[in-house]
């Protein structure tokens, strides 16, 4: 049951994996909603569209997306659509600089585990 | 002939030297202005060419014809191999540029040449028909020098001559035929702007158009790039170890002072002054090749440390999984669910570590001439149809559609290494796909092998990218290429092993790419093709 109070959560990766332990990890959080896993950004802006107007959606991306380079995908992102938060998911943190720059929220490495990235997308949220 | 490259007249200022007829008398202005003339008059050129020819009429001049000029006498094997060795960062620099010239061109006449600083021909390609014993271009082989041969149709020796790009319009007789060719020389600079080399590109006139100097410009252009970045002079270590040099001939002229009018001393000093600035000459050039090695060996260290951060990163991604698929099993014990998502997860995850380690273990295999064989007859549908199945599940993710249209064709080669190679290209047409795209597969046979095109409607490859493409443990700049970068190098090494080619192709940005990969035909014998390093190219 989606509640509207819950925050969209949409995942770019391109191993689908990633998007499969997501959503188990988001699958138990009351207030966040696993809203879908995409390989690219490509249908990002599509899928954001589909989501609820007004919603607090959090895009949670890989930094390395073979054939784009995320944070131009960040910027772009951030300047069509400045409500959306983008927390950078990534196998390592040597481009937080870069990406909290062009206007991400966080940059969380993928060894963190799940209450780390839980706590940034929250954030990201509020 | 299209290139990736064009240039308008107006950029390119090449003087274009009419070469007179072999047969007849050189030196002689009447017979330059009758084949002009003859140029001007019967249209066998391009028409944007013609107001070329004439301006540059002043720049005219007769060549001399050896006398002595005999097809393939004068191949030195043992100059050759000193020389090869000595242009050891010329040819690394220039190889793969050519090659990529060479496939372009497949099927039309042409013949491309590579020279040292000195005129003697280190490199050739070029069709079969215009190389052959009775071909037009016979007389251009390795090892040849341009001096000994008919510099009427010699761009390297004319280029290196003027010392700037030389077009030269040829025509002899040849084979009871009045035949013109053109010849583009252009001599090859470091970045010291010394000349170190020079390259020839001959083709049939009626193949000329303007775009082809631009093109042949930009392609010497890539080739200066590479040696330039291969070969990085440091002019301070230069100038430093030149130093004794500059001292022992202070001393001799100081000698030469005191020993002025004495006859036999200054001889003598003259002498040792000659010695030492051949020695200096010698050394430079020892330190020349020492600079390209310490290059190579910088640029094979900065290779290892792309190749080490980007092993990490693929290592990462499957401990990433492996720690979540723990960690939720421990907070959902005992839910079958989970249980069985975890195990597919881990099945998954392991398969691809696995291939990963097996890509390493083969490359070094193939680069170190431990790989062997297995040929025998394979049926390419069957082998594409299996390299399909293993891309499906990501083709369905990314809503990509792979069309296979092949003929039932048999294939010499080792089934297992046949579908590793169709499967990396499948694999990578999928990755580099936009969603909702298209994978085409097709085949045609030729007259000793089997060309098989897979081609896509992704993002394209970038051009300077291009040329690096089949490069081990190369990544490029901004966009990430994904993976460690050897799947493509081990298509490359793995077609030549079984006497095939591999080239790729692209338009750039946006246009899509197209991999074209030659095999060779059940019932061929297979050998081993020269290994070229790169074959790719950006025309269309």
Redesign the interface.
């Known amino acids: 049951v989606i509640q509207a109070s819950q925050i969209p959560v949409i995942v770019v990766d391109d191993q689908n994996y990633v998007g499969t332990i997501l959503e188990r990890w988001l699958r138990h959080q009351p207030d966040l909603r696993f809203a879908g896993w995409l390989p690219t950004p490509e249908r990002l802006e599509a899928r954001l569209r589909s989501e609820q107007e007004g919603s607090r959606i959090v895009v949670v991306a890989d930094y390395d997306i073979p054939g784009y380079v995320v944070p131009q995908v960040i910027a772009r992102l951030r300047e069509n659509h400045p409500s959306v938060r983008v927390v950078v998911f990534s196998g390592d943190v040597e481009h937080e600089s870069e990406v909290l720059e062009v206007g991400a929220a966080a940059c969380i490495c993928k060894d963190a585990g799940a209450d780390e990235l839980l706590r940034a997308i929250r954030a990201a949220a509020s | 002939m299209e290139s990736p490259v064009s240039a308008s007249p107006s950029d390119v200022d090449i003087p274009v030297l009419i070469a007179p007829p072999a047969t007849l008398p050189s030196r002689q202005i009447q017979t330059l202005a009758a084949v002009r003339a003859s140029y001007l008059a019967t249209g066998e050129l391009d028409p944007s060419v013609r107001p070329f020819v004439a301006q540059s009429w002043a720049r005219c001049r007769a060549f001399d014809v050896h006398p002595g000029m005999l097809r393939g006498q004068h191949a030195d094997a043992a100059a050759l191999r000193a020389a090869q060795s000595r242009g050891q960062g010329l040819l690394s620099a220039a190889d793969p540029i050519l090659a990529q010239v060479h496939q372009v061109l497949q099927g039309q006449p042409h013949v491309l040449a590579l020279s040292d600083e000195h005129g003697l021909i280190l490199r050739v390609l070029g069709d079969s028909e215009s190389l052959g014993p009775t071909g037009r271009a016979a007389n251009i082989f390795e090892g040849a020098s341009w001096h000994e041969r008919d510099i009427g149709c010699n761009g390297i020796g004319s280029c290196l001559e003027a010392g700037e790009p030389v077009v030269l319009i040829g025509a002899e007789h040849f084979q009871e035929a009045y035949v013109t060719w053109t010849c583009i020389g252009i001599p090859l600079r470091n970045r010291d702007g010394a000349i170190v080399g020079a390259l020839d590109f001959s083709v049939p006139n009626e193949t000329v158009n303007v775009h082809t100097w631009g093109w042949m410009l930009s392609v010497s252009r890539a080739i200066e790039e590479r040696l330039g970045a291969n070969a990085a002079p440091r002019p301070e270590v230069h100038e430093q170890m030149r130093r004794p040099f500059h001292a022992v001939r202070g001393i001799l002229e100081m000698i030469a002072r005191h020993a002025a009018g004495e006859g036999e001393h200054a001889r003598e000093i003259d002498l040792l002054g000659r010695e030492v600035a051949a020695a200096e000459e010698q050394f430079l050039a020892g330190l020349r090749v020492l600079g390209e090695h310490c290059t190579r060996l910088e640029e094979a260290g900065r290779h290892k440390d792309e190749f080490i951060a980007a092993l990490?990163?693929e290592l990462?991604?499957p401990?990433?999984?492996l720690?979540?698929?723990i960690?939720?099993l421990k907070r959902n014990e005992g839910d079958q669910e989970?249980l069985q998502?975890a195990r597919k997860?881990l099945e998954?995850?392991v398969t691809q570590m696995r291939t990963l380690v097996d890509e390493l273990l083969d490359l070094a295999r193939v680069e170190h001439g431990k790989m062997r064989l297995n040929q025998d007859d394979v049926l390419l549908p069957e082998a594409i149809e299996q390299a399909v199945q293993t891309v499906r599940a990501h083709a369905q993710?990314?809503h990509v559609a792979i069309e296979v249209s092949v003929p039932r064709l048999k294939l010499l080669a080792d089934r297992t290494r046949l579908v590793q190679i169709l499967t990396n290209l499948l694999a990578n047409a999928v990755?580099?796909n936009?969603?909702d795209g298209r994978v085409s597969v097709a085949a045609a046979e030729g007259p000793d092998h089997i060309e098989i095109r897979i081609a896509d409607t992704?993002?394209g490859i970038d051009r300077e990218m291009l040329p690096r493409i089949f490069d081990p443990f190369v990544q490029g700049r901004?966009?990430?290429?994904?993976?460690l970068g050897i799947g493509l190098a081990l298509v490359q090494r793995l077609a030549h092993l079984h006497g095939g080619t591999v080239v790729a192709r692209s338009d750039g940005e946006g246009k899509g790419s197209e991999f074209i990969l030659r095999l060779p035909r059940s019932g061929h014998s297979a050998r081993p093709a020269e290994p070229t390093g790169i074959t790719g190219d950006s025309t269309a």
Do not use: K, P
């Not at chain 2, 901004?478 to 993976?483: A, H, L, N």
């Open positions: 990490g990163h990462r991604g401990l990433f999984a720690r979540s698929c960690d939720l989970t998502w997860v998954h995850q993710e990314r990755r580099y936009r969603d992704g993002r901004g966009e990430r290429r994904g993976g």
